[in-house]
């Protein structure tokens, strides 16, 4: 299903393309411009089977898109200056702002470099569990236990099952099997107490994965020092806030802030919501996000920005650079709006 899925978005993204559809329906589709998400940015891994893989891109490809984008005359802009512009609606030219989720220590090692020689402005999204190293990245947890094993024994809706994953093509259908059961749980608590049990069962260290990959306080620091960096809030423990109760949730937020202010000494003014689609963060997050305080929020609903978006500013959507789909034409036409047009029913303010 997932590769179908693929090949259905990349037959979309390539008629678009090779119609040159995306020239013309950009004046009318293509908004004032965009925020981009991106993740992990570093060279691909050996193996086949990633289903994580989406959530990176090479150093090599990220390079080019940001080449591209300073040759297209477009404005690498910071969130300050983005919610200047939608608030002042000083929208006359279109601006793009890169946005990278998690505080991953890639993000540093690699991208930033790239940044830096272009001199373009980033944010980064922390959870601050990830840097105090109490975090569960339970979705590479939940690829880890499935990786090494040939057999998984799991209780679902309260019934033991087995489940058997000894070739690729196993692992990848119950991976999405799973994740996608586990994403429609009606509690962030049931999502954590599964994966943390399975883990614990198949020996898999479910905060190594903080240490590995996500940057420490120190690291966070030194990107902090440069003014081309917005540190930004992601929450706390990382959390689908819409299952969450209305208190938990909104001191989800505030404590990131507060940690992040106390550590960095800079108190962040924009915030991501985790996972951020429709089921993890929706109305009544927009709302406490704009009553705490926050000057933006996004979250990963696909969508260009519209002056609208200057009345909107903690319900912002994002253009997801996505490991699937790396090629410089697919970028050209994400960021022409007419892909995310036509996934959104050509309704600008789908977010
Ligand atoms: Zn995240």
Redesign the pocket.
């Given at each position: 299903m997932a590769a179908l899925k693929r090949t259905i978005v990349r037959g979309g993204l390539e008629s678009l393309y090779f119609t040159g559809a995306h020239h013309v329906l950009r004046p009318l589709v293509g908004g004032v411009g965009a925020i981009l998400t991106l993740h992990h940015v570093r060279p691909p891994r050996p193996g086949r089977f990633q289903p994580n893989r989406l959530l990176e891109i090479t150093p090599q490809f990220f390079s080019r898109v940001v080449h591209d984008l300073r040759e297209s005359g477009v404005d690498l802009v910071s969130l300050d200056e983005m919610h200047r512009r939608l608030t002042e609606q000083d929208l006359s030219r279109r601006f793009i702002c890169l946005t990278f989720?998690?505080g991953y220590r890639d993000t540093l090692q690699t991208a930033y470099p790239i940044l830096k020689k272009e001199g373009a402005p980033f944010a980064v999204?922390v959870?601050t569990s990830f840097p105090d190293r109490l975090g569960e990245l339970w979705w590479l947890a939940l690829e880890e236990v499935i990786a090494r094993n040939s057999r998984i024994g799991l209780a679902i809706d309260g019934r033991n099952q087995t489940f058997d994953c000894a070739t690729v093509a196993d692992k990848r259908a119950l991976y999405e099997e799973l994740y996608w059961w586990l994403r429609a749980r009606p509690t962030e608590a049931e999502v954590r107490e599964t994966v943390r049990n399975l883990a614990a069962c198949y020996c898999v260290d479910i905060v190594a994965f903080c240490k590995d990959l996500c940057m420490n306080w120190q690291e966070l620091a030194e990107l902090a020092a440069d003014p081309l960096v917005t540190i930004g809030a992601?929450t706390v423990n990382?959390p689908m806030l819409a299952k969450l109760p209305d208190q938990a949730a909104r001191s989800e937020m505030e404590m990131s802030r507060s940690v992040i202010e106390a550590v960095l000494a800079k108190r962040p003014e924009h915030l991501?919501f985790?996972?951020g689609d429709r089921t993890s963060a929706g109305p009544r997050e927009f709302a406490a996000a704009a009553q705490l305080g926050f000057k933006t929020a996004v979250t990963t609903q696909p969508g260009m920005l519209f002056p609208h978006h200057g009345k909107r500013l903690t319900a912002l959507p994002r253009i997801s650079l996505n490991g699937e789909y790396q090629r410089l034409r697919y970028v050209r036409v994400l960021l022409s709006g007419s892909a995310t047009a036509m996934w959104n029913g050509f309704r600008s303010d789908a977010a």
């Open positions: 989720d998690d999204y959870a992601h990382h991501a985790p996972v």
